[in-house]
């Protein structure tokens, strides 16, 4: 199991939004930006070549992505709250139709958004076509401290 929150590093007493499977490392922007080589591409048992196409899609959040921690839990739980909001992902759901969570819509749906990753931050927020949006995702799920996340 992997068990995702912010903690607090021994060394220097800042906050990074981490997952713990047995050891504890930084995810999400927390993690800073990866410059694959061959050599950590080997370490990790994935092609090269999939892991720079991956990055590729991430040069638009290049920014973000940082080492320097936080001041506080709070400020990484925020952290992982923007990142989950930068990646959201939509889904078609081509079996079934299902009512928009927007409050007061009433439109059937096939589509939601969904945040990276196995247990995201947000799984499945089932939206129709004119609030498939970020800021929906932001209204019905609004930030709130003390974010954990348990995912095989
Ligand atoms: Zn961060
Ligand atoms: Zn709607």
Redesign the pocket.
Known sequence: MNYAEARQRKSDKRW??TTKNGRVW?T???AGWIVWTPELAARVSLPLAVLQAEQTKEQPYRAKY?TD??ESRE??ER??YEYSLDHLKTVTMARHRVPCVFPGCAEWTQTALESPGMGGLFPLVELCAEHCTRAAVERIHPFGGGLRLIHS
Do not use: I, K, Q, V
Request: a negative charge.
């Open positions: 990074d939004w930084p999400g922007y927390c940082h921690g936080h400020d990484a952290c992982f």
